[in-house]
Structure formats: C-alpha cells, structure tokens
C-alpha cells in the first residue's frame, strides 16, 4: 500500500517552525530588558535599547511581543546544545569588556574608586586624564560613562566624542564614535562635524577622548563647556590647566593613570589638583 505523502503546505510549515520556543525567546527579551533598566531611573524604553543595539524600537516590541526573533532562535538552538561550561565560555568570549568602576581592573583600589565616583558627582569643570597608554586612558573614560548612571547627578545625561572604533569595549550611550580615523586632519574633520550636538549640551556629563590635540581650534569652545558640563579629556599633551581659563576657572581635576604594581592588568589611578 503505498505511503500517503504530507501536503507541500504541512511540509513547508513544519520546516519553518522556529527550533527554539517563540514563548523562551520572549521571556528571556522581557527579562534583558528590565535587567538593562535598573539605574537609569525608569524603566528601559524601548527606543534607547534600539539605539543601544541598532535596530529600529518597534522592531523590540515585536520580538517581545510574540518571540518571533528567528536569528537569535537559531543562535540560542545552537548554544544550547554545547556543555553549560563551553557556552558559557563562548558568550563571555563574543561580548565586548565592559568597563565601569566595578571592573576590577579599577575595583582593587577603593580609594581611587570612591575619588572617580566623587568625581563623577562634579556639576561642572574640567578633568584631564594623562598617563599611561592610550587603551588605559580610553578603558579609564568608558568606565565613567558607563558610571555616571550609577554616581552621577540624577537625570544628567553623558554626551562626547570618541576618535575609537568600539570593537572591544562596550560603547557608551550618547558618544558619538570616530571608528578610528586614520589622520589628524581626518579626525579634526570629523570631531568638527560632530561638535554642534556635544556643544549643545547644557549640564551632564561630556567626555572627549582624542579629540583634544587634533582639533585645537575647539579648546576655547571646550573650556567654556566645561563651565556648565563636567568635561573630561584624556589627552598626553594638554597643558597647565588653569592656563585655559579667566578667573575664576571651574573646578579643575588631574586624573593620573599608570599600571598598577600589584598585577600589570589593573590600572592605578589618583585624583589630583592641577
């Protein structure tokens, strides 16, 4: 007796069942979105987690609506077929660091982290960061970013300019990212674009990493921000602080940062006068 074959229709709609339950996927997208809420003194909308993952914020609602994300499906129907030990070792390895105070390349030193955090609190003025390799100063910047949430004046929100490509590091809300542009001049021209937003920027918090020495026609403009933002620039070369402003200048701070003795990874870091 020959075999009653399935419809095409029956066929085709059981191979596009999803592998992994439409009902686990929402429920873990609910759960990442009050997770990522906490701190921001509100709930998560979902246009800022759009911004934050590049993709449109209906696009979220529906994901967690109905569970339909069939990418993500197929990642997490993969992953959970490894050993809890592998696939946790494989996400850690995919995600980007994330730096804040609490990482413990800064959280061995409780002084420092309690003078960073104070730090944050400043309403206004100009903190350099100088010392140590560019990847230390550029680690030290995004972890008071991703901070000031936490330590900040509330409701204050972070603006700024970073010359990097964020391709290790997890990039801060309100920065606008460089890539990596391979000249001064391109640099230059491309922090100049960006200005007119960080500029508009009445208080919070405004951090502008390599883009101080290559646009040096924006240290005036940068120097009266800073009398009603908190400004920070990680910089090499910036001179004697209180040179750029008339009396009386905001409040001023010197972040030195260097390796730290006790292990190379960590970073020490100290709060000075200029």
């Known amino acids: 007796m020959k075999a009653i074959e399935p419809n095409a229709g029956e066929s085709r709609d059981k191979m596009d069942q999803p592998s992994f339950p439409p009902d686990r996927m929402r429920k873990l997208l609910l759960a990442l979105k009050v997770s990522l809420g906490p701190g921001t003194g509100a709930p998560l909308s979902f246009e800022d987690w759009g911004r934050w993952v590049g993709r449109p914020a209906n696009t979220l609602a529906s994901w967690c609506g109905d569970g339909q994300a069939y990418q993500m499906q197929a990642l997490l129907a993969s992953l959970e077929r490894l050993p809890e030990s592998e696939r946790h070792l494989m996400l850690d390895a995919a995600c980007r660091l994330y730096p804040t105070l609490h990482h413990r390349r800064l959280a061995h030193?409780?002084?420092?982290?309690?003078?960073?955090?104070a730090l944050l609190r400043q309403p206004c003025g100009l903190t350099a960061v100088q010392g140590g390799?560019?990847?230390?100063?550029?680690?030290?910047?995004?972890?008071?970013?991703?901070?000031?949430?936490e330590f900040g004046p509330s409701g204050a929100l972070v603006a700024g300019i970073d010359s990097h490509r964020p391709d290790t590091f997890v990039p801060v809300g309100g920065l606008s990212y460089l890539n990596n542009p391979l000249t001064p001049t391109e640099i230059a021209r491309q922090t100049l674009q960006a200005w007119p937003t960080v500029r508009s920027a009445t208080d919070g918090l405004v951090l502008l990493n390599g883009v101080w020495s290559k646009a040096p026609e924006l240290q005036p403009q940068i120097a009266d921000l800073a009398r009603r933002a908190h400004v920070v620039v990680p910089d090499p070369a910036i001179f004697p602080l209180k040179s750029l402003f008339k009396p009386p200048p905001p409040p001023l701070h010197l972040v030195a940062v260097s390796?730290?003795?006790?292990?190379?990874?960590?970073?020490?870091v100290e709060v000075q006068a200029p």
């Open 109 to 117: 030193d409780f002084v420092a982290v309690s003078s960073l955090a």
């Open 133 to 149: 390799l560019d990847h230390a100063r550029t680690f030290l910047l995004t972890a008071m970013g991703h901070s000031f949430h």
């Open 259 to 268: 390796p730290a003795r006790e292990c190379p990874e960590w970073l020490h």
